[in-house]
């Protein structure tokens, strides 16, 4: 047991040393992964009908 107790007492000091980002910056990198991973699902919303009517137009030849 004082292992493990031992483990969370350095799992703390090693916490304490480490640079949280600022608020400003999470907001900032969060609303960038939303706004590129819309972009993506809209660019792949755009080839998925694309290539639907394309395979479509062949079959139905």
Same mark, same amino acid.
């Given at each position: 047991?004082?292992?493990?107790i031992?483990f ?7 916490l304490?040393?480490v ?6 910056l999470?907001?900032?990198a969060?609303a960038? #992964? %939303?706004? &590129?991973t *819309? ?11 694309f290539?639907?009517? #394309? %395979?479509? &137009?062949? *079959?139905?030849r």
């Amino acid at each position: 047991m004082k292992k493990y107790i031992q483990f969370l007492k350095e799992v703390y000091e090693e916490l304490k040393k480490v640079t949280w980002p600022s608020s400003q910056l999470v907001k900032t990198a969060t609303a960038t #992964v %939303i706004v &590129f991973t *819309l972009l993506v699902a809209v660019y792949l919303w755009v080839l998925d009908i694309f290539f639907a009517k #394309v %395979i479509t &137009f062949i *079959l139905e030849r």
